[in-house]
T-cell receptor
């Protein structure tokens, strides 16, 4: 099971781009990288998932280098409403591996005016 | 389309009491999960189900039981509550293993 390491917290200002990096040195061949966002008193919400290179959707981009030992979630032009905890999950998406996915303590992002 | 709903939202139990938390999803998802979240910690998987009539243990199953009698419902039971089970409980569902999980709003449980 790939262990992940993320910064405990990050600060930013409205309008800036925020990059949150997750380290997963022992990622396995079948592992995918998934990011979730959690607001206070709510359940986590899926942001993005990828396997290699770059994935982009309407809210974020996920950059994964060739060695896949780390990944970076990029949030363009953050607003106050992006203040939340962000979780990086690494794991096998198969029927036998998915239950080993672990939500770590995440990165607490604070966006200020 | 309500997504994933949880009942109740809050509950206070005395040590030794029992209760059942109900999770319901209207997305016809096969997989359902129960997590707990404690202060300063991430979510930990308690039990999960890969389909109607099936259940399996997750990372922290002790002290909990689950049932999935209907595809849309996943029940989490505490037979004899302990203060260590004070936590926020989240239910989630997904169509396939590893798919995006949809989470409910959570149940805040306090055991005194």
């Amino acid at each position: 099971l790939a262990k992940t390491t993320q910064p405990i917290s990050m600060d930013s200002y409205e309008g800036q781009e925020v990059n949150i990096t997750c380290s997963h040195n022992n990622i396995a061949t079948n592992d995918y990288i998934t990011w979730y966002q959690q607001f206070p008193s709510q359940g986590p919400r899926f942001i993005i998932q990828g396997y290699k290179t770059k994935v982009t959707n309407e809210v974020a981009s996920l950059f994964i280098p060739a060695d896949r030992k780390s990944s970076t979630l990029s949030l363009p032009r953050v607003s106050l409403s992006d203040t939340a905890v962000y979780y990086c999950l690494v794991g096998d998406m198969s029927n036998t591996g998915f239950q080993k996915l672990v939500f770590g303590t995440g990165t607490r992002l604070l966006v200020s005016p | 389309n309500a997504g994933v709903t949880q009942t109740p939202k809050f509950r206070v139990l005395k040590t030794g009491q029992s209760m059942t938390l109900l999770c319901a999803q209207d997305m016809n998802h096969e997989y359902m999960y129960w997590y707990r979240q404690d202060p300063g910690m991430g979510l930990r998987l308690i039990h999960y189900s890969v389909g109607e009539g099936t259940t399996a243990k997750g990372e922290v199953p002790d002290g909990y039981n689950v049932s999935r009698l209907k595809k849309q419902n996943f029940l989490l039971g505490l037979e004899s509550a302990a203060p260590s089970q004070t936590s926020v409980y989240f239910c989630a569902s997904s169509q396939l293993a590893g798919d995006e999980q949809y989470f409910g709003p959570g149940t805040r449980l306090t055991v005194t």
